[in-house]
């Protein structure tokens, strides 16, 4: 089935363009004017989103260079611990939400040291791929419609990540099984 | 709130960097990320302008209406503060099908698409309404069929059978997002009267 499965996306991309401009023939709209006119508003949106990137990356990219991310790792260590989450994971799960470069690179070294057919190159797969950078995505919604009060949303983008992350671990173990 | 984590994490790692003595590379990350922020634009200016473009063709065709009304049920169950029939629906429905096909690409200017329709319902415009809430805890857990970042990744890293973590991974982000929901409606039910009060 998974052959099946990427097979399949590599179909859905041109088949959604194909279909959706076919549909638009045939149904003699001015595919190409609705087009171009779509394309403009991308130029706008873009633009009010680029400050909020600047911003938030910023941050990001000063917490990890200062050593604060790196503190944060070793004093959590423990609680991971705790959990029986490996040591190797816990960046990936702290970066997770920041940064989708930075808990990528973590997922890259595990590959790079154990392989991805590892047990913990699967548990960083699963992790990585189960989940999405929660900041990226606050900072480019919200800041494409100008939203300044997040209210609950953080928290809830939060627990999200966290939940996310805690049934790749479970489901890792029951599919994989207990380190070897 | 976002004042003080913004503030929080800037002044706090001017402290860590002073003690640690990492003050060079401390402003070197300034511009290493603003400068990651003017790529990211760039990638996203590509992929909003052309998704947009496909979706007005797929609005004028009636595609968008007719998604909404085939999933309306779905629509109405996630986000009941929308009135029936309106665009968001439509836009909301493209966006979470575009991420369950791994169109990452599409589902960020989908979502955001999304995102003004709701701001139109939004009786104040600089704070998050509740629906959009919901939105956004939907694409942070993405349930995706096919997460072929991490596929190809691990294709690029000699695995032998790289898709082998798909059902893993729909499993636990299904999982994820079906939680991230319920704490989602936790926070609805606790913000209600701080909305009512205006807060």
Known sequence: ?180 | MIHRIWGGMIALSFIFAAFTGRMEALSSAVFDGAEQAVQVALMLLAFIAFWLGILRIAEAAGLLRALARALSPLVRLLFPDIPKGHPAEGYILSNMSANFFGLGNAATPLGIKAMKELQKLNDRPERASRPMITLLALNTASITLVPSTVIGYRAAYGSADPAEIIVPAIIASFAGTIVALFIDRLFQRRSRDDADRGG
């Open chain 1, 1 to 180: 089935m998974p052959a099946f499965v990427t097979e399949l996306s590599d179909w859905v991309f041109p088949g959604v363009i194909a279909g959706v401009v076919t549909l638009g023939l045939l149904r003699r709209i001015p595919i190409y004017e609705a087009f171009i006119d779509g394309a403009k508003e991308g130029f706008t949106t873009t633009l009010d989103i680029l400050p909020h990137l600047i911003g938030m990356l910023i941050a990001v990219q000063m917490v990890q260079a200062s050593g604060l991310m790196a503190w944060l790792i070793d004093i959590s260590a423990p609680f991971f611990q705790m959990l029986a989450v490996p040591a190797d994971v816990v960046p990936l799960a702290l970066l997770r939400p920041l940064s989708g470069a930075a808990s990528s690179a973590v997922m890259l070294s595990i590959f790079a040291a154990h392989g991805p057919d590892s047990w913990l190159g699967r548990l960083a797969s699963i992790m990585q791929g189960s989940t999405d950078t929660t900041l990226y995505i606050l900072a480019v919604y919200f800041g494409a419609v100008g939203i300044r009060r997040y209210r609950y949303a953080l928290w809830v983008g939060l627990f999200a990540d966290a939940a996310g992350l805690t049934a790749a671990f479970i489901v890792h173990r029951l599919f994989f099984g207990p380190p070897a």
